[in-house]
């Protein structure tokens, strides 16, 4: 099996390497920091299968096809691709400048775009093959301080279904599916640019990102159309759908406090948005001791099928036991008595 992954530096695209890995899978591996990258692709060989490290920003669209063409060549036909790269600003719109809308888009959307178009043109002719969108509950609901990278996650989410229609209008094999993350305990908090007073932080609560990497690995091959990953993120997309006017307000109240922690943040941090910050910086951020290292909600998603059964299993025998009663072999038997004069 060979698998790419995007953003495979760091964070989630990180942990998503370890788990392919772990199975078997040989894997191309797309980000723009050299060190995390070859650090990555270490742990891949450890693990028994073969990587290819291609320093790659997937804003440019150039790049992307020479990976994919690279992978193809030296480590087979594609059968999975993960497209999980993205940058962020956390900042009010009124502050934000041109060139960083469209570096967030760049990266973020069209990022998703061109790595579907490369695996498109390898799939296609096979008719088989997976692409796996890496999403958010922000590509429901958006939130203040992150509208760049809420409206790039809305454009994929848009952009999934027209593709998802006409791969079933074409009745093509290969499958598209989004999986929807909650606020993930990795490094990109400290290396996103902000223009807060304060140390950024994800919205709690908190998973880790394994969690995020072993609902990708499944859903690459469960045909699913998508797949929301913790409870935080059901809540989001439910609620703004029955009540997104109580949640703007909600959000204008806590959606700022929420990103920040206590701790001040330094004006002159350096951020990644235009350019990698040197060294490996792994898969987990500073918030350990603040995530979650299981999600009973995401299996329940990923089973859902199982458990409904199970639940119309258990429905039917109460229902038959209520119609029918208690068997005649398990009726409790009264003796019969008689009296004389």
Known sequence: MVVVVTGASAG???????????????????????DGLAAARREVETAGGRALAIPTDVA???????AAERIERELGPIDIWVNNAMVSVLSPVKEMTPDEMRRVTDVTYLGVVYGTLAALKRMLPRDQGAIVQVGSALAYRGIPLQAAYCGAKHAIQGFTESLRCEL??????????????????????????SRMPRKP??????????????????AASARRRELSVGG???????ANKIASGLLDRYLARTGYDSQQTDEP???????????????????HGRFGSRSSHVSPLTWANQHRGALFGAALGSVALIWRARRWGPSPHTRRQVPHTSSTA
């Open 201 to 218: 932080q994800p919205v709690p609560p908190i998973y880790d990102p394994e969690i995020a990497a072993e609902a990708i690995v499944w």
């Open 232 to 238: 935080p993120t059901i809540a989001a997309i439910w």
């Open 168 to 193: 079933l209008h074409d009745k093509s094999r290969v499958h598209v599916v989004m999986v929807q993350l909650p606020a993930m305990n990795t490094p990109q908090f400290d290396w996103v640019k």
């Open 60 to 66: 440019d669209a150039g790049q992307i096809e020479a």
């Open 265 to 283: 943040a330094d004006p002159n941090r350096p951020d990644n948005l235009w350019t990698p910050l040197p060294g490996d910086h792994g898969a």
């Open 12 to 34: 989630v695209g990180r942990a998503t390497v370890r788990a392919f890995a772990r199975r078997g899978a040989n894997l191309g591996l797309l980000a723009r920091g050299v």
